[in-house]
């Protein structure tokens, strides 16, 4: 049976196109994951359903900011629970001009500016030197793009972008912004890393969708400020679109 992880915010609880079955604990050698795994599949009746195991990145009721995460527990337990390739939202704010607000983008390239993460499985006398070049995995970024693809956003699609990886849990300061676009990034997040670096280290193919749910501060309409309602109803809006683009590329790429 094929079996992919999800990594998600609250907004995937109620994702109803899936079939849920089960929630299981898994232990880890780095302590608790941030919630139970819950299970499910796509085709109820398929002689070979498509598995699917969803961990909320931020736990019940969005209660570990990014830099509390144990991103390590994480990766570790969706690993031993068998699943075989990673798809992870996030919600972004947007940098570049050509990303609005509501739009969906499947960054290839990142930047990590945070900074007393556990970011790695190594340990002394084992250290792992991944590669790292391309942060995510081509094959999954084809099969998400070929699903966006398909199902239009009114507000746009993006192929590529970088994505600048803050510490948070606050918003970054707008002349922060400023120096993140000169590095190249088209989006600002807080939790691809070291996510996208563990799943590389345990072999797991990782690729990551993003709604931009803001201009990042000092940018547009967040010229002043950040707008949190604004924010929130474009989450809420988007979120169908994302739904929809991961149900497609799980049903049309075998794990």
Request: charged share 15%.
């Amino acid at each position: 049976m094929a079996c992919w992880g999800v990594i998600g915010g609250s907004g995937l609880d109620g994702w109803d196109d899936l079939i849920w079955t089960d929630e299981v604990v898994v232990a880890t050698p780095y302590g608790e994951p941030s919630a139970a795994l819950r299970l499910g599949q796509i085709e109820k009746r398929a002689q070979s359903p498509t598995k699917v195991i969803y961990l909320p990145r931020h736990g019940p009721g969005h209660c570990y900011a990014p830099h509390r995460i144990n991103y390590r527990a994480n990766l570790w337990a969706l690993k031993q629970a068998g699943v075989q390739q990673i798809l992870a939202t996030a919600t972004v704010g947007s940098i570049a001009s050509t990303i609005q607000a509501g739009s969906i983008c499947v960054p290839d390239q990142l930047i990590d500016y945070t900074w007393g993460r556990e970011q790695s499985y190594s340990e002394d006398g084992q250290v792992l030197h991944i590669d790292f070049t391309h942060p995510f995995d081509p094959a999954l970024r084809a099969a998400l793009i070929q699903a966006g693809q398909d199902l239009p956003s009114s507000a746009g699609f993006h192929e590529h972008g970088t994505y600048g990886c803050t510490q948070g849990p606050r918003l970054e300061t707008a002349a922060e912004i400023v120096r993140l676009a000169k590095d190249g990034c088209s989006l600002v997040g807080m939790t691809a890393m070291p996510e996208a670096a563990l799943a590389r280290e345990l072999g797991l193919p990782y690729a990551l969708l993003c709604l931009a749910v803001n201009p990042a501060a000092g940018v547009g309409q967040s010229a002043a400020a950040v707008d949190h309602d604004d924010l929130k109803q474009v989450m809420s809006s988007g979120m169908h679109q994302v739904k929809a683009i991961l149900l497609k590329t799980m049903q049309g790429k075998p794990a």
